[in-house]
């Protein structure tokens, strides 16, 4: 699917940015996650929220599991008004401003608060504002954190970079990612996320990496058994929505509209924190394999990470000099 990307000078110019719309209005959201999984139900949760607090002057028509497309085709449809909001990965963004690829960069984040010192940088700040400036989207909220990723594999856990190197990894189809896994040492298969459980099934890839919550609701681990927590990446969820549309509304329901989002991503956790535990020992009973992973395996990863990052550069995939800046912020 391809669409011609407008700015919001040319979206002004063909008066798409009219005034504050005093008529109801219905936006479609998006998501590519199964009905059970935390996100979808937050993602039902916000636009419930939406339509409650506007009193039904906004409504949100939300469809989960890919059925509007891969993630790619429905940032890209956000890029010219076709479609008026998204919520999943926060990396998604990078189909737009390929610098959103930095969460995606494995271990580079020490630990979580290393992750928010960098979302709450003038780093980030500074591609939010392209993101509205050139592509048409903005971000309403970024606080709904997830698990952080782990490794599944099919036949034991992940003790060092041997034990998968030149294994074909499942990976969305965000540049950064497929270099990230080039990085260590795996070979990068991209597969939508829709199609990743088959595609595991039929042995397409070797492995794949999961943020922790989205093992069980995937279903990933009745095929790869081995669950590595390898603490890869610290990811989150944002809620994205066509600046084009969020400016037709008034202020008042712009406020409100923000609020529900943070508000969902407040719930998004607290669903998190309650189905942890009880979903693992469901798999833990299906024969499920958990393990850690010591310090020492994580900073060897890091290491050939770190040894890519001018292979990223040169590739426009990180900005120069923005490595060292994050390491800075630990």
């Known amino acids: 699917m391809t669409y011609t990307r407008l700015s919001l000078a040319s979206l002004l110019a063909a008066g798409l940015l009219a005034a504050p719309a ?47 497309g891969s993630g790619p085709a429905q940032i890209e449809a956000m890029s010219v008004g076709a479609q008026e909001g998204y919520i999943s990965s926060g990396s998604n963004a990078s189909n737009l401003v390929k610098e959103f690829g930095v969460v995606d960069i494995p271990f580079v984040f020490e630990d979580q608060d290393h992750f928010l010192a960098f979302m709450e940088s003038d780093l980030a700040a500074g591609l939010q504002q392209r993101l509205r400036d050139e592509f048409n989207v903005r971000i309403l909220a970024t606080n709904w954190f997830r698990l952080p990723r782990v490794f599944l594999t099919k036949e034991s856990c992940v003790e060092s970079p041997e034990d998968i190197a030149g294994k074909r990894a499942r ?30 099934s039929q042995g397409v890839a070797d492995m794949a990496e ?105 590739e426009g995939l990180l900005p120069e000099g923005w490595w060292d800046q994050i390491q800075a912020m630990k």
Not at 51 to 67: H, K, L, M, N
Not at 177 to 184: L, N, P, Q, R
Not at 232 to 240: D, E, G, T
Request: glycine share 6%; with cysteine; aromatic share 12%.
């Open 210 to 314: 999961s943020a922790g919550e989205q093992v069980f609701s995937s279903k990933f681990y009745e095929v790869l058994p081995y669950v590595t927590d390898a603490q890869m990446m610290y990811p989150q969820n944002s809620v994205y929505v066509a600046e084009s549309a969020f400016q037709q509304l008034s202020d008042e329901d712009k406020a409100i509209v923000t609020q529900a989002a943070e508000d969902a991503g407040d719930y998004f956790v607290s669903l998190v924190e309650e189905q942890t535990a009880p979903n693992r020992a469901t798999m833990e009973v299906e024969g499920v394999t958990f393990c850690e992973m010591s310090a020492e395996t994580r900073a060897a990863f890091s290491a050939k990470v770190a040894a890519s990052v001018p292979t990223f550069e040169e």
């Open 22 to 68: 005093s008529a109801d209005v219905k936006w479609t959201f998006g998501g590519i996650n199964p009905p059970g999984a935390p996100v979808t139900q937050a993602s039902k949760r916000f636009a419930e929220l939406v339509t409650e607090r506007t009193e039904g002057r906004v409504q949100i028509d939300f469809y989960e599991g890919s059925q509007l």
């Open 171 to 200: 990976s969305p189809n965000l540049p950064m990612f497929v270099a990230g896994w080039e990085s260590i040492g795996t070979v990068p298969v991209t597969i939508s996320y829709g199609e990743t459980y088959m595609a595991l």
